[in-house]
């Protein structure tokens, strides 16, 4: 009862404030009528969302699409130091168990976590990681370890779709893209688990406990591929930037976080992109047109990132003060750029809440961000689904949900941490 009579406390003091509302749990399992309202919110305020305590939110797609592109907004404040820097008590501005703050405290993200001039070097010597000629000799791993996935699911019961595929795929793609050797895959599932979680802030000193220790383990690991690679190179990422390293256009730093980002942030989001598709399908009833045509697994990914995208919401701070439809939003204010509301907005998406595989996108999704930070994986990512999908329906073509679908609880990151299904 006392449960009961808190979450009523807490939705009482949260009804006139859905921007709070996105980092509290009740609302998280569903945040897509908090972005309704807050988009049309937003419509009444020039734009822009505010909660009480003053954080501010982007929810349409024409206002998100805005800030992402618009130069004057970055990832760090205006003089270059981190969003509620640990280290600067000024900055952290309060209470560290606050959901809200938590949400913005910052762990290494490398790329993700720079502005130019920083973050355009280190872009460019990414990049080739992601050519389309790599794409295919990934999308031939993607299938193989698809099947190898596959052939070991159970036939006769219920199963983790998870566990059996949509972790240890991108898993295993990753690996080979950065070409660490006999990738030990529950261990590097459990750092990539507490790295990504990270995303949403870290909540308590157990968490803290395991982030450090997981970062530590993750340095180790990538320095000796480092002096692996410098020994014997080969075409991988690793080898290219040690190549850089040498050239001194890197450091050592910079590179081991590189390499930890391209771990985190291929690993859980493909992961949900995948739960996230084959849940949609299922509640709308058109997973049997993906069976009649597995070559519809494509538009379901597209569909999926629209409709239900992994990445939720990303955040940027001003660098000066910067009018936003009628509002100005002051000098390193952060707003909050709700991706997956720019994805139901009917202004660009007739009908938004439907989930339709066969959907022309006329103008894109959010799903992968926009101007500066464009998720560098998101090709990749995509073919990932799209095995993942057309493999599932071709040999799987029973599965269905069984059992419990168990939602990972962030405020960033949407998707299954288990999903029961079956496919006898
Ligand atoms: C950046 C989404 C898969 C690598 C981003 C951002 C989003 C995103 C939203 C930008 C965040 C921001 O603007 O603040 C996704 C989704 C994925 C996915 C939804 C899967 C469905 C991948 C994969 C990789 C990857 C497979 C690589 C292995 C990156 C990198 C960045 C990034 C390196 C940083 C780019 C930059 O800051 O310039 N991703 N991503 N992502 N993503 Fe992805």
New binding site residues.
């Given amino acids: 009862r006392i449960a009961v009579m808190r979450a009523g406390g807490l939705a009482l003091a949260l009804r006139g404030d859905p921007v709070a509302r996105l980092m509290h749990r009740p609302w998280r399992l569903d945040p897509y009528p908090t972005y309704a309202r807050l988009r049309a919110d937003a419509a009444g305020q020039g734009g822009v969302a505010r909660s009480r305590t003053g954080i501010r939110a982007v929810a349409s797609h024409e206002a998100c699409t805005a800030v992402?592109r618009d130069r004057r907004f970055g990832?760090r404040l205006a003089d270059g130091r981190m969003p509620f820097d640990p280290t600067d008590d000024a900055s952290t501005g309060g209470d560290p168990t606050d959901p809200e703050a938590a949400l913005l405290e910052p762990i290494d993200l490398?790329?993700?976590g720079?502005d130019a001039p920083d973050?355009t070097r280190l872009?460019r010597l990414?990049q080739p990681t992601?050519a389309p000629r790599r794409l295919e000799q990934y999308r031939e791993t993607a299938r193989t370890v698809t099947g190898r996935l596959l052939d070991a699911a159970p036939t006769d019961g219920p199963f983790d779709l998870v566990s059996t595929l949509a972790a240890p795929l991108?898993i295993s793609?990753?690996s080979e893209?950065l070409a660490i050797p006999d990738v030990d895959t529950p261990r590097f599932a459990q750092w990539g688990r507490v790295v990504g979680a990270a995303l949403d802030g870290v909540r308590s000193v157990r968490h803290a406990h395991a982030l450090s220790r997981a970062t530590a383990d993750l340095r180790l690991l990538f320095a000796d591929l480092v002096e692996r690679r410098r020994a014997d190179p080969g075409e991988d990422v690793i080898s290219q930037l040690v190549h850089a390293l040498d050239e001194e256009t890197l450091t050592l730093d910079e590179l081991v976080s590189l390499a930890q980002?391209?771990l985190i942030?291929?690993f859980e989001?493909?992961t949900?992109?995948v739960g996230n598709a084959v849940r949609a399908l299922h509640a709308s009833g058109t997973w049997d047109d993906l069976v009649a045509d597995p070559g519809l697994a494509a538009g379901a990914i597209e569909e999926t990132?629209r409709f239900d995208?992994?990445?939720q919401l990303?955040?940027r701070f001003a660098h000066s003060d910067v009018e936003l439809g009628e509002r100005t939003v002051r000098r390193d204010t952060g707003v909050l750029?709700l991706?997956a509301s720019a994805g139901r907005d009917p202004a660009v998406h007739p009908d938004p809440d439907r989930f339709d595989p066969r959907r022309e996108q006329t103008v894109a999704h959010l799903?992968?961000?926009?101007?500066?930070?464009?998720?560098?994986?998101?090709a990749?990512?995509r073919m990932?689904?799209e095995v993942a999908l057309e493999m599932l329906a071709q040999r799987l073509p029973r599965l269905r949900p069984a059992g419990r679908f168990v939602p990972r609880v962030a405020t960033v990151l949407r998707g299954p941490r288990r999903f029961g299904v079956r496919a006898d």
């Fill in positions: 992402l990832v490398s790329l993700l720079l973050h872009r990414a992601f991108p793609v990753i893209l980002l391209l942030a291929g989001t493909t949900n992109l990132l995208p992994p990445v990303t955040a750029v991706l799903a992968f961000s926009g101007g500066a930070h464009y998720c560098l994986g998101a990749l990512a990932e689904g």
